[in-house]
T-cell receptor
Framework: SAVISQKPSRDICQRGTSLTIQCQVD?????MFWYRQQPGQSLTLIAT?????????ESGFVIDKFPISRPNLTFSTLTVSNMSPEDSSIYLC??????????FGEGSRLTVL | SQQGEEDPQALSIQEGENATMNCSYK?????LQWYRQNSGRGLVHLIL?????REKHSGRLRVTLDTSKKSSSLLITASRAADTASYFC??????????????FGKGTLLTVNP
């Protein structure tokens, strides 16, 4: 298993500002994933973050809007840039272990006014 | 794009009853997984079933997989109020390694009434 800590757990932000979410894992992992869960919806993969390379973004998500850093094998950040109310969501960090299952952080609940 | 589709969208039962949730998907998969999410929190992995498996058990959970019908079911027996949560199926359709990708369905909201 893995223990994943996300910060902040929740925040209320003003339109046009940016927020950086941190994800810390208690063990070294190759692949980290960032998901978005809009209110009442399922999870949508934003990007895959591998250490030492650029993040791979899914269709509909771009680096300018969601820049990601992955400085080492235990840490990653996701920035939500130039926020609008449509960005109000839970953002979840996750890692995959050898058996193929994902472990998730508790999520960062973002409200944009 | 959405791969898994759960039904029903919502299910309300009494404590002690069994709960069955279904998941259908569209493309070939390596494995199918079920997750639970308690009210706006992180997801918890429940069970993984590989494409060459037909049934798997874990405690009060039983998962079946029918690759010919591209469907799976999750059965929770003798439900408890603490089982109240949203349940998601997720499919791994990647080619493995760095191409790992898990796609989640829309989820079933299960309410177990005491």
């Amino acid at each position: 298993s893995a223990v994943i800590s996300q910060k902040p757990s929740r925040d209320i932000c003003q339109r046009g500002t940016s927020l950086t979410i941190q994800c810390q894992v208690d063990s070294q992992v190759t692949m980290m994933f960032w998901y978005r869960q809009q209110p009442g919806q399922s999870l949508t993969l934003i990007a895959t973050a591998n250490q030492g390379s650029e993040a791979t973004y899914e269709s509909g998500f771009v680096i300018d809007k969601f820049p990601i850093s992955r400085p080492n094998l235990t840490f990653s950040t996701l920035t939500v840039s130039n926020m609008s109310p449509e960005d109000s969501s839970i953002y979840l960090c996750s890692v995959v272990l050898a058996a193929g299952e994902l472990f998730f952080g508790e999520g960062s609940r973002l409200t944009v006014l | 794009s959405q791969q898994g589709e759960e039904d029903p969208q919502a299910l309300s039962i009494q404590e002690g009853e069994n709960a069955t949730m279904n998941c259908s998907y569209k493309t070939s998969i390596n494995n199918l997984q079920w997750y639970r999410q308690n009210s706006g929190r992180g997801l918890v992995h429940l069970i993984l079933i590989r494409s060459n498996e037909r049934e798997k058990h874990s405690g009060r959970l039983r998962v079946t997989l029918d690759t010919s019908k591209k469907s799976s079911s999750l059965l929770i027996t003798a439900s408890r109020a603490a089982d109240t949560a949203s349940y998601f199926c997720a499919t791994d359709e990647g080619s493995g390694g760095s191409n790992y990708k898990l796609t989640f369905g829309k989820g079933t909201l299960l309410t177990v009434n005491p």
